[in-house]
């Protein structure tokens, strides 16, 4: 392990024959450029200024020892805000924000830095690490930190891991503690911090997290705020905000108090180009290659691409598949409905009142076709809710008419009818289908490589080309999947998300499963 201060090491931590070596560190150290690696440099950046010492040699020592040398940009964010007063032994920026497209290793920098004040600042400091939600902030601590601390030398300084839900944090031998703060303005209340860590500030559309990481920061002479994140959309206005303030004070060549560094394609840049991608992504060549951004490119959509890998920001929710993709895979003879008997998937999206219940079938061949949809009609009251003896009844017509191999739906939505069908059909075939995040990341990603590569062909009904139009992507940290404009929006896209379920099932159920010979019900 790094060895550690004297207990009576000034505020920063930093000793002073290190104050003498680390004011020689390079200020900008230069990408190794070959065909493989990236010669990324910051649209925007604070200056090195030489002759201040530096604790990024420091940092970066931390990083090697997690077995994660840093990269060239890594570098040069740790050896500028790493920058310190001589005299005092006060950092020279209080904030640092740093935005970069996603998978460039900001964990390596961010663990770098906690284990850096939890260690070597020779008092017992408090860290707080915040994410768009307390889950993905725990997420990442009992997920990525701790199984990168156990594999380091660092294991030995551990104390204890706290994995809660109501408690999640890792506590180290020297009375440091690093935890996760949730996302709410009052979560910093009472505490005081020596570091915080907004991570993925996209999400944001307030203060909040801002505001309690501050104010539990004021009595802390040498504390900083590090704000991390890709670039988001008109609806990122906490990141929209830092973004402006960091470029005014690049532009304005100001080296204190804010730190700013911004990796990013410029808004014309052909993002096909394997130029673009050498000249903004700097783990490019490093920790990934262009065969992986080149995949990225074929299946995601153009606007999360663009905002995920060249970190350009996006006016607004980006429609969901391209104009025009979806009109274009109409079935060339005109297929609407499969013949009777056909094996097929069916995919169900249901809600009990204000808002749509939908189901789509999906062939084996990949055709998309409406079976039902139920939507409040116009001027019908709040008290409006979704029939459900005919969803049951087009379901079961459904059965009968084809060969249904499997239903994929999310049960703990339509819990009395999920287990009648399960009952009736088949549990091998009713299929629980929740609609987490994780996998409807991968549905929606299935879904779009799908349409955009011709993969699958559709009905052409209106009410599916109306919930498919409506849909936008919704940005999170391990990719985008289809949601509505807002949580009110009257635009529905139960139709949408009942296609995705219908195809991810074709794609992924198991070959054998054979329905049950269906009862019907009479009368």
Same mark, same amino acid.
């Given at each position: 392990?790094?060895?550690?201060?004297?207990?009576?090491?000034?505020?920063?931590?930093?000793?002073?024959?290190?104050?003498?070596?680390?004011?020689?560190?390079?200020?900008?150290?230069?990408?190794?450029?070959?065909?493989?690696?990236?010669?990324?440099?910051?649209?925007?950046?604070?200056?090195?200024?030489?002759?201040?010492?530096?604790?990024?040699?420091?940092?970066?020592?931390?990083?090697?020892?997690?077995?994660?040398?840093?990269?060239?940009?890594?570098?040069?964010?740790?050896?500028?805000?790493?920058?310190?007063?001589?005299?005092?032994?006060?950092? @020279?920026?209080?904030?640092?924000?740093v935005t970069v497209p996603r998978q460039s290793g900001k964990t390596?920098?961010?663990?770098?830095?906690?284990?850096?004040?939890?260690?070597?600042?020779?008092?017992?400091?408090?860290?707080?690490?915040?994410?768009?939600?307390?889950?993905?902030?725990?997420?990442?601590?009992?997920?990525?930190?701790?199984?990168?601390?156990?594999?380091? +030398?660092?294991?030995?300084?551990?104390?204890?891991?706290?994995?809660?839900?109501?408690?999640?944090?890792?506590? *180290?031998?020297? !009375?440091?503690?690093?935890?996760?703060?949730?996302?709410?303005?009052?979560?910093? /209340?009472?505490?005081?911090?020596?570091?915080?860590?907004?991570?993925?500030?996209f999400a944001d559309e307030d203060d909040r997290r801002e505001q309690?990481?501050?104010?539990?920061?004021?009595?802390?002479?040498?504390?900083?705020?590090?704000?991390?994140?890709?670039?988001?959309? %008109?609806?990122?206005?906490f990141l929209n905000r830092k973004v402006a303030t960091g470029r005014?004070?690049?532009?304005? !060549?100001?080296?204190? %108090?804010?730190?700013?560094?911004?990796?990013?394609?410029?808004?014309?840049?052909?993002?096909?180009? +394997?130029?673009?991608?050498?000249?903004?992504?700097?783990?490019?060549?490093?920790?990934?290659?262009?065969?992986?951004?080149?995949?990225?490119?074929?299946?995601?959509?153009?606007?999360?691409?663009?905002?995920? *890998?060249?970190?350009?920001?996006?006016?607004?929710?980006?429609?969901?598949?391209?104009? %025009?993709?979806?009109?274009?895979?109409?079935?060339?003879?005109?297929?609407?409905?499969?013949?009777? !008997?056909?094996?097929?998937?069916? #995919?169900?999206?249901?809600?009990?009142?204000? $808002?749509?219940?939908?189901?789509?079938?999906?062939?084996?061949?990949?055709?998309?076709?409406?079976?039902? =949809?139920?939507?409040?009609?116009? #001027?019908?009251?709040?008290?409006?809710?979704? +029939?459900?003896?005919?969803?049951?009844?087009?379901?079961?017509?459904?059965?009968?008419?084809?060969?249904?191999?499997?239903?994929?739906?999310?049960?703990?939505?339509?819990?009395?009818?999920?287990?009648?069908?399960?009952?009736?059909?088949?549990?091998?075939?009713?299929?629980?289908?929740?609609? /987490?995040?994780?996998?409807?990341?991968?549905?929606?990603?299935? *879904?779009?490589?799908?349409?955009?590569?011709?993969?699958?062909?559709?009905?052409?009904?209106?009410?599916?080309?109306?919930?498919?139009?409506?849909?936008?992507?919704?940005?999170?940290? $391990? !990719?985008?999947?289809?949601?509505?404009?807002?949580?009110?929006?009257?635009?529905? @896209?139960?139709?949408?998300?009942?296609?995705?379920?219908?195809?991810?099932?074709?794609?992924?159920? +198991?070959?054998? =499963?054979?329905?049950?010979?269906?009862?019907?019900?009479?009368?």
């Amino acid at each position: 392990m790094l060895s550690m201060p004297n207990p009576r090491t000034p505020p920063s931590g930093v000793s002073t024959a290190e104050r003498s070596r680390t004011s020689r560190s390079r200020s900008n150290p230069t990408p190794i450029l070959s065909p493989t690696s990236s010669g990324a440099l910051p649209r925007w950046a604070t200056k090195r200024t030489p002759e201040r010492p530096t604790i990024g040699p420091r940092l970066a020592k931390v990083a090697a020892k997690l077995g994660t040398p840093f990269m060239p940009w890594q570098q040069m964010v740790a050896d500028v805000a790493g920058e310190y007063d001589a005299a005092s032994g006060l950092p @020279i920026y209080r904030e640092v924000i740093v935005t970069v497209p996603r998978q460039s290793g900001k964990t390596t920098l961010q663990l770098a830095l906690t284990l850096d004040r939890s260690l070597m600042w020779g008092r017992p400091c408090r860290i707080a690490y915040t994410a768009q939600t307390g889950l993905d902030a725990r997420q990442k601590m009992v997920n990525d930190w701790g199984p990168m601390l156990r594999r380091s +030398p660092f294991r030995v300084a551990i104390d204890r891991e706290l994995k809660g839900a109501a408690e999640t944090a890792i506590e *180290f031998t020297t !009375g440091s503690r690093v935890e996760v703060l949730a996302s709410a303005e009052e979560a910093g /209340h009472g505490r005081t911090l020596d570091l915080g860590l907004i991570d993925e500030a996209f999400a944001d559309e307030d203060d909040r997290r801002e505001q309690a990481i501050v104010p539990a920061m004021t009595t802390i002479r040498d504390a900083q705020m590090y704000v991390f994140s890709t670039m988001g959309t %008109g609806r990122s206005t906490f990141l929209n905000r830092k973004v402006a303030t960091g470029r005014a004070l690049v532009e304005a !060549g100001i080296t204190q %108090g804010i730190a700013y560094f911004e990796w990013s394609a410029e808004d014309d840049a052909d993002p096909d180009d +394997p130029a673009t991608w050498r000249v903004c992504m700097p783990a490019l060549g490093f920790t990934t290659d262009e065969a992986t951004i080149r995949h990225a490119r074929m299946t995601m959509p153009d606007g999360e691409f663009r905002r995920a *890998f060249l970190n350009q920001p996006r006016e607004h929710d980006a429609r969901w598949l391209p104009a %025009g993709a979806w009109l274009g895979r109409r079935h060339p003879d005109g297929l609407e409905l499969p013949p009777d !008997g056909t094996d097929i998937a069916i #995919g169900f999206d249901g809600s009990y009142n204000n $808002d749509a219940t939908a189901l789509v079938g999906c062939t084996l061949a990949g055709h998309l076709f409406k079976i039902a =949809v139920w939507e409040r009609p116009n #001027g019908a009251s709040d008290t409006w809710v979704v +029939p459900r003896d005919q969803v049951d009844t087009a379901v079961a017509h459904a059965f009968r008419r084809w060969k249904v191999r499997a239903m994929g739906m999310d049960r703990s939505r339509w819990v009395a009818e999920a287990q009648q069908w399960a009952e009736r059909y088949g549990d091998a075939v009713v299929l629980d289908v929740p609609q /987490h995040r994780s996998r409807m990341v991968k549905a929606s990603a299935l *879904f779009y490589t799908a349409v955009v590569q011709g993969l699958v062909t559709h009905d052409g009904d209106a009410d599916l080309a109306r919930h498919i139009s409506n849909a936008v992507t919704k940005e999170t940290p $391990d !990719g985008a999947y289809i949601s509505k404009e807002g949580r009110h929006s009257p635009l529905k @896209i139960d139709l949408a998300v009942a296609a995705v379920i219908a195809y991810d099932v074709v794609k992924t159920m +198991p070959p054998t =499963v054979k329905p049950k010979e269906p009862w019907v019900r009479w009368g």
